[in-house]
């Protein structure tokens, strides 16, 4: 059981707490958006259209967000909130940092496919690699943002677990990649792409934490 009833109540008695979560539960929407569209273009070999909006803009976004709130929760604690508060905003603090740390990551996985993907000939099939594995975290992220949204404890366990059982698999793909017969770029490249997946996954099940275990 959480020390709090939920991430909403972590202020009480004001909408502040409601707007932060709501706040999180955005960047959190971006960053899935962002993951999609990179993952289309790296793992998929799909036309890299657009990627100034679909990926750079959005990646803004979710930096703005993040200087909002916590220019939020400097402004809460500073004008006279009890000193409980400083614990929950230690939480949104952290919380915050994830997501905004899903869309430099993100962004990475697009410097991949971007910078060493060879174009003058076939690309290796990374889905053939590595598409269990994206599916995977591209269905982490609403369940993120359902069980922070809602402080849904068992979704976010589930999230925990399987952010776990993730990057143990990854790990292992790793080690299953340096062995292979694969070229010296792809191997490069999905070692990379597993690498980001993990950190990702990480975030995701940071933030799931905080549902769990706020402090």
Known sequence: MSMFKSIRDLFSGNDWSQE?????CHMLLIGSKMFNYTTGVVI????????QTLLYD???RINISEREVRRSI??????????GDVPSALVFMNVIKDAERIGDYVKNLYDISNNLVDKSCEKCSFGDFVGEYTT??????????????????????????????????????IIELTSSELSSRDIVCLVLICRFYKRIAAHLSNIATSVVMPV
């Open 44 to 51: 998929d070999g799909k036309d890299a259209k657009d990627f």
């Open 136 to 173: 995977t975290i591209k269905e982490l992220f609403p369940e993120t943002i359902l069980a922070f949204g809602e402080s849904n404890e068992d979704k976010a366990n589930h999230i925990i677990s399987t952010a776990r059982e993730l990057n143990k698999d990854l790990e292992n793909k």
């Open 74 to 83: 400097i402004k809460h604690l500073s004008m006279g909130s009890n000193q």
């Open 58 to 60: 959005r990646d803004r």
């Open 20 to 24: 932060m979560v709501d706040q999180v």
